[in-house]
């Protein structure tokens, strides 16, 4: 089975930008994986799921400032994230839509002044 593994996390202050980044183990279609985030006392949640028709649906809360990008030599899915807010806080997770990957070990995204 295909693993993934996250990277790109750190703390950033509100209005910030990190890029995280999705390693997946072997040549795959990443065009499968999107992201999800889990908060401290809440449930997982998506916040970037692929489409069958190749597009890319986002959750409200992220449109407009979260960008995916993909590098197929790398076997990579890469999430941007711009204008940070606090309440992006989170373990940020990369997985298909719905989940059927093990869960990799996630990567911390902190947003706070």
């Known amino acids: 089975q295909v693993h993934v593994v996250e990277s790109g996390g750190g703390l950033v202050q509100p209005g910030g930008s990190l890029r995280l980044s999705c390693a997946a183990s072997?040549?795959?279609?990443?065009?499968?994986l999107g992201w999800y985030r889990q908060a401290p006392g809440k449930q997982r949640e998506w916040v970037a799921a692929?489409?069958?028709?190749?597009?890319?649906n986002y959750a409200d809360s992220v449109r407009g400032r979260f960008t995916i990008s993909r590098d197929n030599t790398k076997n990579t899915v890469y999430l941007q994230m711009n204008s940070l807010k606090p309440e992006d806080t989170a373990v940020y997770y990369c997985?298909?839509?719905?989940?059927?990957?093990?869960w990799g070990q996630g990567t911390q995204v902190t947003v706070s002044s």
């Open positions: 072997a040549s795959w279609d990443i065009y499968k």
């Open positions: 692929p489409t069958r028709a190749g597009t890319t």
């Open positions: 997985n298909t839509n719905p989940a059927y990957l093990s």
